[in-house]
């Protein structure tokens, strides 16, 4: 089975887990200033009440992600064949993602099996891995966008997690 680059969806996931109001009104920096704090307090390399002092005031982390949120079977086997058509899930889970957003609630045909993976979705929030299988997904792009070129196609790889029966 295969993990992917450890620790990297760690640090893609915390700009996404900011308080609301936070990260609406701050900037791209600032989005990944918040998420290496957050990582330094989970680490125990500062405490909050250290980096609000050094900081001046307040300082806003990104809030805990519960691996559990992930809450589907674990398949160990494909559940899905070349070929089939499916949809993807139209999900907004908490923390880091790797569905893109704008293939969420559309159809496409899975193209090749990569075997299983760790799931970054809980890879990002915790030390747990959990095995998935990947799959590459064909768009068409008039189903993602719906003024596609006839005959373009846009290949997404995407966890089982993600995926359902079309």
């Keep these: 089975m295969g993990t992917g680059r450890p620790g990297s969806d760690v640090r893609r996931h915390r700009p996404r887990t900011e308080p609301d109001a936070h990260y609406l009104s701050s900037s791209y920096y600032e989005h990944w200033l918040t998420a290496a704090a957050t990582l330094a307090v989970e680490a125990s390399l500062v405490t909050r009440e ?12 990104s809030g805990p992600v519960d691996a559990g949120d992930v809450n589907v079977p674990r398949p160990h086997q494909a559940r899905f064949g070349i070929g089939d058509r499916v949809r993807v899930r139209n999900l907004h889970p908490p923390g880091h993602t ?55 196609t846009v290949n997404v790889d995407l966890w089982d997690f993600y995926l359902e029966h079309a």
């Design 50 to 61: 250290e980096l609000e002092a050094r900081a001046g005031g307040p300082f806003p982390l």
């Design 98 to 152: 790797r569905c893109p957003g704008y293939v969420r609630g559309k159809v496409g045909v899975v193209t090749r099996l990569d075997g299983e993976w760790s799931l970054p979705d809980v890879e990002a929030h915790s030390p747990e891995r959990i095995p998935e299988m990947l799959y590459s997904v064909r768009f068409d792009a008039s189903e993602l966008w719906g003024d596609g070129q006839p005959g373009v």
